[in-house]
């Protein structure tokens, strides 16, 4: 069974809309999760981390982590059309770098 | 923001030849990652190196796959011989920490044809 998993696979929202990406671990040991974005023909970029239960804000987008049932979650209000790209969840267990990455949801935001 | 090179970002070999993929990595990052991605596929770490050493490596990472970082130079994956299976897209990381906190940037990946 994968660690890291996401959905949807594919996700389509209107310019100015909330796009909501989700993922689930099934390793307690992940306690480190990350959301990539990847553009294509581009490498993976960092969007945020989140470490505690909760909510993180970073101007528009915005990750909840619950610890208890592994879920975390991206939303991305006032969707730009630029916010089309592929979006990895991503995690790893205390004290490392390795990361184990999702399948991805494609977003895309149409004009 | 900070950039890793990748060179070349295609290659195409024939079965049982050897290729060497190269990576620059962010200047004063200590840490680099190795990352294989069939096309249609997840994103699998095969690989991480700090100080002239693999600390961790993956089951995917073979016996025919090498790392290195020669004088801090460019940061290699060489596969000796290659195999249709390692046709897929490679990517490179560095971070300046290992832990969990710390940002992992990549490179652009290249991609790896096997034939």
């Known amino acids: 069974q994968q660690k890291v998993q996401q959905s949807p696979e594919s996700l389509s929202v209107p310019e100015g809309g909330m796009a909501s990406l989700n993922c689930t671990s099934s390793?307690?040991?992940?306690?480190y999760f990350w959301w990539y974005r990847q553009h294509s023909g581009e490498g993976p970029k960092a969007l945020m981390s989140i470490f505690s239960d909760g909510d993180k804000k970073e101007g528009r987008f915005t990750a909840h982590l619950n610890k208890a049932s592994l879920h975390v979650s991206l939303h991305i209000r006032d969707s730009q059309p630029s916010d089309s790209a592929l979006y990895f969840c991503a995690a790893s267990p205390t004290n490392t770098g390795k990361l184990t990455f999702g399948d991805g949801t494609v977003l895309t935001v149409k004009p | 923001g900070p950039k890793v090179l990748q060179i070349p970002s295609h290659q195409i070999i024939d079965m049982g030849q050897m290729v060497t993929l190269n990576c620059d990595p962010v200047?004063?990052?200590?840490?680099f990652y190795w990352y294989k991605q069939i096309l249609g596929q997840q994103m699998e770490f095969l690989v991480n190196f700090y100080n002239g050493k693999v600390m961790e490596k993956s089951k995917l990472f073979k016996d025919q796959f090498s790392v290195e970082r020669p004088d801090g130079s460019y940061f290699t994956l060489k596969i000796q011989p290659t195999a249709l299976e390692d046709s897929a897209v490679y990517f490179c990381?560095?971070?300046?920490?290992?832990?969990?906190?710390?940002?992992?940037?990549f490179g652009s990946g290249t991609r790896l044809t096997v034939l």
């Open positions: 390793d307690r040991n992940f306690q």
């Open positions: 990381a560095s971070s300046l920490g290992t832990t969990s906190a710390e940002t992992l940037y």
């Open positions: 200047s004063n990052h200590l840490y």
